[in-house]
């Protein structure tokens, strides 16, 4: 019997560590299924996408730069998928159609909450950035209840965008938006969605945003900690954290939505880190 085939599609993908999580996801729940890598032409994504699942695949995650061309392409989308805009997760459902879903919010959540022991409830939270990575876990930050949640950008309007989208999921939480300059008093976490620690840069914050109090996360990982971690470090944050669990549990979820079983994430995590 052969196995089930699935990919993660990028450009350029040849860096993702994908394949290894989900082969260790497979060969730990005894899953009959076969994870391969991508590359679609920057110009033709939906032509990629038609052939995979022509061919027999079964399901595939989206990555860079993909994830609304993904959310576009689908015949209908889950709920966490339809206000982010984007899609890391596609599948066709028993009637054919192309399925999205963002699992991207949810991996975040659970590594903070699960994996770290931070307390998203009731807390005072800073989110930087305002582009795709963030709009994309806003839902499930919110939904976690947070007391406050500022997001700051370099461009004030596209944060106070996000805050007007996502107004009806607020609840309890006051949102509001900010630009990188203004937040003066210290926070409980932080979250960095920018990219330019990969740049080695760092958003324009004031120290006075943490106190010996203050966790931070960096969605983005690195070998050696990262840019933004370690000036937080060096402000003295109580803890740093970067975004290797994210990435392990938002392919948990993919996982979990296509094959039906929750793998454990721990041992992929060491064996990533190793």
Same mark, same amino acid.
């Given at each position: 019997?052969?196995?089930?085939?699935?990919?993660?599609?990028?450009?350029?993908?040849?860096? #993702?560590?994908?394949?290894?999580?989900?082969?260790?996801?497979?060969?730990?729940?005894?899953?009959?299924?076969?994870?391969?890598?991508?590359?679609?032409? @920057?110009?033709?994504?939906?032509?990629?996408?038609?052939?995979?699942?022509?061919?027999?695949?079964?399901? @595939?995650?989206?990555?860079?730069?993909?994830?609304?061309?993904?959310?576009?392409?689908?015949?209908?989308?889950?709920?966490?998928?339809?206000?982010?805009?984007?899609?890391?997760?596609?599948?066709?459902?028993?009637?054919?159609?192309?399925?999205?879903?963002?699992?991207?919010?949810?991996?975040?959540?659970?590594?903070?909450?699960?994996?770290?022991?931070?307390?998203?409830?009731?807390?005072? @939270?800073?989110?930087?950035?305002?582009?795709?990575?963030?709009?994309?876990?806003?839902?499930?930050?919110?939904?976690?209840?947070?007391?406050?949640?500022?997001?700051?950008?370099?461009?004030?309007?596209?944060?106070?965008?996000?805050?007007?989208?996502?107004?009806?999921?607020?609840?309890?939480?006051?949102?509001?938006?900010?630009?990188?300059?203004?937040?003066?008093?210290?926070?409980? @976490?932080?979250?960095?969605?920018?990219?330019? #620690?990969?740049?080695?840069?760092?958003?324009?914050?004031?120290?006075?945003?943490?106190?010996?109090?203050?966790?931070?996360?960096?969605?983005?990982?690195?070998?050696?900690?990262?840019?933004?971690?370690?000036?937080?470090?060096?402000?003295?944050?109580?803890?740093?954290?970067?975004?290797?669990?994210?990435?392990?549990?938002?392919?948990?979820?993919?996982?979990?939505?296509?094959?039906?079983?929750?793998?454990?994430?721990?041992?992929?995590?060491?064996?990533?880190?190793?």
């Amino acid at each position: 019997m052969s196995n089930d085939l699935y990919a993660v599609v990028g450009n350029p993908i040849s860096h #993702s560590k994908s394949p290894r999580i989900h082969s260790l996801f497979a060969r730990q729940t005894g899953e009959a299924m076969e994870y391969t890598a991508i590359q679609a032409p @920057l110009d033709d994504f939906a032509g990629t996408v038609a052939e995979f699942f022509r061919a027999g695949g079964c399901g @595939l995650n989206v990555t860079v730069p993909f994830k609304e061309q993904a959310w576009a392409l689908a015949d209908r989308r889950a709920v966490r998928a339809e206000k982010a805009g984007a899609a890391n997760t596609l599948y066709r459902d028993q009637a054919g159609d192309l399925v999205a879903d963002n699992t991207d919010g949810q991996g975040l959540v659970t590594d903070l909450t699960v994996n770290h022991g931070i307390a998203l409830a009731g807390c005072k @939270l800073l989110v930087l950035g305002a582009g795709g990575a963030v709009r994309g876990v806003l839902g499930p930050l919110l939904a976690a209840g947070p007391a406050s949640l500022t997001l700051a950008n370099r461009t004030v309007s596209r944060a106070q965008a996000l805050v007007e989208l996502f107004a009806d999921e607020a609840g309890e939480t006051g949102l509001s938006a900010c630009g990188f300059d203004t937040p003066d008093q210290p926070f409980d @976490l932080i979250i960095n969605g920018t990219s330019a #620690s990969l740049q080695g840069d760092l958003p324009p914050l004031s120290q006075a945003v943490i106190d010996r109090h203050t966790q931070v996360y960096d969605m983005m990982y690195a070998a050696t900690t990262t840019p933004f971690n370690q000036w937080a470090l060096d402000q003295g944050a109580a803890q740093a954290v970067d975004g290797l669990g994210m990435l392990v549990e938002q392919a948990a979820e993919s996982f979990r939505i296509w094959r039906g079983v929750s793998p454990q994430t721990a041992p992929v995590m060491a064996a990533l880190r190793s």
